[in-house]
């Protein structure tokens, strides 16, 4: 075979360049994985929204109705602690004359009595009715004051039973008193109790409000009668705005003033509730990403638990695709070469009509000119005495015409043999041993040619149902080519082998040569009829056609791959038993001989 | 055989005539034919040793034509001559009573080998015809008489 330019290749050039089916494929790629995503993400991301959605209503709701009880239970504290200092001082008042506390120590038992199970009041002291501070139980010096003027003995002196708000008074220090006003023979007199503000401080507090919430009582002129843990000071004027006394309990969401916890402004939940006495609104606020900690953590867990899913949709996705795309690759790449396969045998099968018409048109002109020739032949030795020069010319010229007519008649039989016109005798084949003659045949011819041949015959395959004749054809002729593609080389190689594929129910023949090799752009045509690179008077160009011809016809396959200037491979595959119509040699013989 | 007479049946009138003038040259009688319904006709009205017969031929073709000639239930063997020569048609024709076919183009000595056997083949049966006649004579004879008034 001469030498042809080519890198490996199928028999068959694309039709579509591998660019355009990259892009294809990758189009086809991303609308599958998009198409996916769409039908799979989306739910799943509705679905996580709604149920989100639905579980951090359902847990808001409950929140705040759990802090509305938490603070209406804790008010409930307050006023009970409040009322029952009250109740204690009026009844200690009912059952008490001043005259029982300023001549003996009872006001001390007293004060200890109520301090017994806790601390909660600072001290104890009887006021008469100028205001006149008559005994005192306390750490402050305040036997020798005067109220008269004070604000809540006022009050305690009208109403009986007063609750003051925090005021400095004489101690100078925040403090708040309940007072009581007792009648004896000598007028009314007031039983004062001063509660331990940091006692007091502490019961407020004593609510769960978190790292972040705080606790604290306002006054309705907005002033502070707690210390709370982060906006202010007792007595100071609260940050926020106090409102209109209301009934029962409030709960709001609320951005806080900035530095209220002296970190950052949050949004924070409010609860605002008012004491029946004395008219203190009770507030109680905490962080809302602490207060919804649980229902955060909640949160972040479904957003994980969805980002996690989608990445694996989207992981599943591209596997899934891409294991289907590339089964889709691999049936296109099936159909194409079924599809160039169909072309092909159609284009053969409309070469081989148009050969038979050929061949005929061809040899009836040829058998004129054969005739003719024999006449001319006939003349001239009928005619005698012809000059001997013009006999030697003459006979050189006939017999070149026959040489001539001989070989246009091998063209036409070739062609005739290729358009199918010879019917397969189908017989039992053993490859391995007709390959042995084939190449024990051909070694020899090519004795001089210096190519080494080799078999690699596997024992395994089994005899096989074909035309032994057109087999020898079809090894002859790539045989003949492995070693014209010899040419110009000193020595080389041509191997034969052949393995059973069990699974294909096939037999695989490879005869490969270490020859020139074809050109990629050649590879298409070598099955073509006429097609060939061989010297003018080389080749017919129908060697190939006919092996593919006949191993299409005995229901096999031929493939051919080829590497520039390192060799080809001819790769035969066949049907343990042809599909072609058997016709038995005998048979063929008794017809002749029944139509004889 | 020397002298047997051949019909010739080619469309191709040049081949037919220059095949003619070949086989005249070796001692044959010859006529020649365009078609296979004059062949059929020349048939009918002289008798021939053998018919070298095309088989692609416009109008009535090989095959119908050595169909025909059968019916006409002669020893004349035919030889198919065409170059259409393939495998699958010669068989076919075999299988119609043709005696053997060759492919254009041909050489003179390899039809007239043809035609040789064809002869071989024709008088073979002719004899037999008669000997088989003449078995039947004896056991009957009348209708010896018959073969003999024949």
Redesign the interface.
């Known amino acids: 075979m001469p030498s042809l330019p080519s890198n490996v290749s199928e028999n068959f050039t694309a039709t579509v360049s591998d660019a355009d089916h990259r892009y294809r494929y990758r189009r086809l790629f991303k609308r599958f994985v998009l198409l996916t995503l769409v039908c799979s993400v989306v739910p799943l991301l509705l679905v996580g929204w709604g149920i989100s959605t639905q579980y951090n209503y359902s847990a808001e709701t409950r929140l705040m109705t759990d802090f509305r009880n938490e603070v209406q239970h804790h008010r409930k504290v307050i006023e009970m602690f409040l009322k029952e200092h009250s109740s204690k001082l009026e009844l200690i008042a009912m059952t008490h004359s001043r005259q029982d506390f300023i001549r003996s120590e009872r006001l001390r038992f007293v004060f200890d009595k109520i301090n017994q199970e806790r601390w909660t009041l600072t001290d104890l002291g009887v006021i008469d009715a100028t205001g006149k501070h008559l005994a005192y139980v306390g750490p402050y010096d305040l036997l020798d004051k005067n109220y008269r003027e004070a604000h809540w003995f006022k009050m305690v002196m009208e109403k009986g039973l007063y609750i003051s708000d925090m005021f400095m008074g004489f101690r100078r220090e925040p403090h708040f008193v309940i007072a009581v006003r007792g009648d004896d023979e000598q007028g009314p007199w007031i039983l004062r109790a001063t509660v331990d503000t940091e006692a007091f401080r502490a019961l407020v507090e004593n609510v769960m409000i978190g790292r972040t919430g705080e606790v604290f009582l306002v006054n309705g002129e907005g002033i502070y009668q707690t210390t709370p843990r982060y906006s202010g000071r007792i007595m100071e004027n609260a940050s926020m705005a106090v409102g209109d006394v209301h009934p029962g309990i409030r709960v709001r969401q609320e951005d806080a003033d900035a530095g209220f916890n002296g970190e950052r402004s949050v949004r924070q939940i409010v609860s605002t509730a008012w004491l029946e006495t004395p008219q203190w609104m009770l507030v109680v606020r905490q962080d809302f990403d602490e207060a919804f900690a649980a229902e955060n953590r909640a949160n972040l867990s479904v957003l994980i638990f969805l980002h996690v899913s989608a990445a694996t949709i989207l992981l599943v996705t591209v596997l899934v695709t891409r294991y289907m795309l590339n089964l889709v690759k691999r049936r296109d790449a099936e159909a194409e070469i079924l599809n160039r396969q169909l072309v092909q045998a159609s284009k053969m099968a409309s070469i081989g009509e148009l050969s038979?018409g050929v061949?005929?048109?061809?040899?009836?002109p040829?058998?004129?000119?054969?005739?003719?020739r024999?006449?001319l032949l006939?003349a001239s030795k009928a005619a005698g005495g012809i000059d001997p020069a013009f006999g030697v010319q003459l006979d050189d010229s006939m017999n070149q015409i026959d040489a001539q007519?001989k070989r246009c008649?091998r063209i036409t039989?070739n062609l005739?043999r290729f358009s199918r016109?010879?019917?397969s005798v189908i017989d039992t084949v053993d490859i391995n041993a007709y390959i042995r003659e084939v190449v024990e045949l051909m070694a020899r011819e090519a004795k001089s040619s210096g190519i080494t041949f080799f078999e690699r015959l596997s024992p395994d395959v089994p005899p096989i149902l074909s035309d032994p004749s057109q087999l020898q054809q079809v090894f002859l002729n790539l045989i003949t080519n492995a070693i014209d593609a010899h040419e110009g080389k000193n020595y080389g190689s041509v191997a034969v082998s052949s393995m059973f594929l069990e699974a294909e129910g096939a037999v695989e023949m490879v005869v490969s040569d270490t020859g020139c090799g074809i050109a990629e752009d050649h590879l298409s045509k070598v099955f073509d009829p006429f097609f060939t690179t061989k010297p003018m008077g080389r080749g017919t160009g129908l060697g190939l056609s006919i092996c593919y011809s006949i191993i299409r016809r005995l229901g096999g396959q031929i493939q051919v791959r080829s590497v520039l200037d390192q060799g080809t491979d001819f790769t035969i595959r066949l049907p343990l038993r042809s599909t072609e119509v058997q016709t038995n040699p005998n048979d063929?013989a008794n017809?002749?001989e029944r139509?004889? | 055989m020397i002298g047997s007479k051949i019909l010739l049946v080619d469309d191709e009138v040049i081949f037919a005539k220059n095949m003619s003038r070949l086989l005249d040259a070796r001692d044959y009688r010859t006529l020649t034919v365009n078609s296979g319904a004059e062949a059929i006709r020349a048939l009918e009205n002289e008798a021939f040793d053998v018919v070298v017969l095309d088989l692609k031929m416009p109008g009535m073709d090989g095959l119908t034509t050595l169909k025909e000639i059968k019916k006409l239930g002669l020893f004349t063997q035919t030889l198919i001559l065409t170059g259409h020569g393939s495998i699958d048609s010669a068989l076919e024709a075999v299988k119609l009573g043709a005696y053997d076919y060759l492919t254009k183009p041909c050489q003179i000595q390899e039809l007239v080998a043809k035609i040789q056997g064809a002869w071989d083949k024709k008088d073979g049966l002719q004899k037999r015809d008669n000997q088989e006649k003449i078995r039947k004579g004896v056991e009957s004879p009348r209708n010896a008489f018959r073969v003999f008034a024949t």
Do not use: Y
């Not at chain 1, 061949?359 to 009836?364: Q, T």
């Not at chain 1, 040829?366 to 003719?372: D, M, N, R, V």
């Open positions: 038979v061949a005929h048109e061809i040899n009836n040829l058998a004129i000119i054969s005739t003719e024999e006449i006939d007519i008649k039989h005739l016109r010879t019917q063929l017809q002749m139509a004889a």
